[in-house]
């Protein structure tokens, strides 16, 4: 046996054996195991602990008596300046704490590079992160092709608690039908994780660190990329996603959570949407850390983490067209084009719904929290996307612009729970069929005065006035003071 398999396998082997299901994985492309090294490319789960992806690749490595080693491809399409000042800080963490664990980290362009960089490694395994999205299902299929013959490649699900594939093998119609599946298989797949073990030696490099800055420079530099204004309500990077959690889990927040979720001036929410976007925060530890504590608020968090965003993989994985009227139900699509020429009381163009131009006051302040923050409260996301529906020329351009604003704008934009957001409030799905009526035929309906009778309007409207920065609502008096003080 190798020096790095005595070195590694004992104390890897004692909780792999307990904790590694093989059903997280699934593999894309067979080749007989010649090589010994390992390479995991990862994109979504961007973290190095809590990573089923990445403790899988280590183990594969240890098993054969070869290295690691994680290569990432920067550049992806349709992100903004906002989405890569978080992606790219996150990043530089978890660099630094791979070559603690003297795992090389490596960055490059496209899926090219990540061929390349398995060649170079001497790789006889590629492993990858699993996402639904079509962007990177066409990146993992792309780097399949590419792969030299004798090299396999391997895909974890290790966003998901369940395995996508593994909490049903088709299309559900809502979170009633996966619900159940989903919580029988918990007690198998909510476990503890294993830790990411050091390597004895760091697999060979160029031994340069990645020139963070000098890439968000590029990336500021580019014309090509939105300049939407990064986030300061929020710190990125998984020592900040734990201290997110434990703040939400201790400070009152979970208390509440359950009966104040969906009042969006009180401070119920967790905050971690960015976390679990950007892979620096494992939805899997978000349960196990919310399941110790007590309260309606456990079961509420969990049917939100766990089953709602599931539910949203669930339709991006086996619905091809989740971002066009293509993916609706019949029923919703057939009542949307019945209704597609009614008469539009108020209509809005894209600009002028980027703008924050509307004649209502609620609206406008729900766009301008969007755009200044990159963050919107949930059950103002649902509003104002039926009123884009209902003040856009047709449905088509209702989800497009919907879609365009969140993923411009929202901080966990491009992202399965943000299409099926739009999804559920412009074309019904996960629901059902309402009272028919103009424009919107049988989709669910909200008005103003709907919201007026849940949460106080006013207040929401004038914590975020027109030509003003931002109050922030997020956090308690001490919290804005300490991060009102570091911006200054």
Known sequence: MSTMSASLVPSYNRVKKALWDEARERTLKSASAKRKNVVYWMYRDQRAHDNWALLRAQALAVERGGTMSVCFVLFKEGLSLRHYDFMLRGLEEVEAELLKHKVAFEVVRDAAGVVAEAQARDAGCVVCDFSPLRESRASRDAVARGLPVDVELREVDAHNVVPAWVASDKLEVGARTIRKKINDKLPRFLTEFPELQSQPATPPSDGARFDWRSALAEIKSSSEIPNVAPIDWCDPGERAAHAALDAFCTDGRLEIFADKRND???????????YFHFGQLSPQRAALRVNGCKGAGVKAFIEESVVRRELADNFCLYQPNYDSLD?????????????ERDRREHAMSRRQFEDANSHEDLWNAAQRQLVRAGKMHGFMRMYWCKKILEWSPTPVDALATAIYLNDKYSIDGKDPNGYVGVAWSVMGTHDMGWKERPVFGKIRYMNYNGCVRKFDVKRYVAAWPANAGPIDIFFDAETRKKKKARRS
């Open 327 to 339: 993916g609706a139900a019949r029923w919703a699509r057939d009542s949307l084009e019945l209704h």
């Open 264 to 274: 969006p001036n009180a401070n119920a929410v967790s905050n971690l949407s960015p």
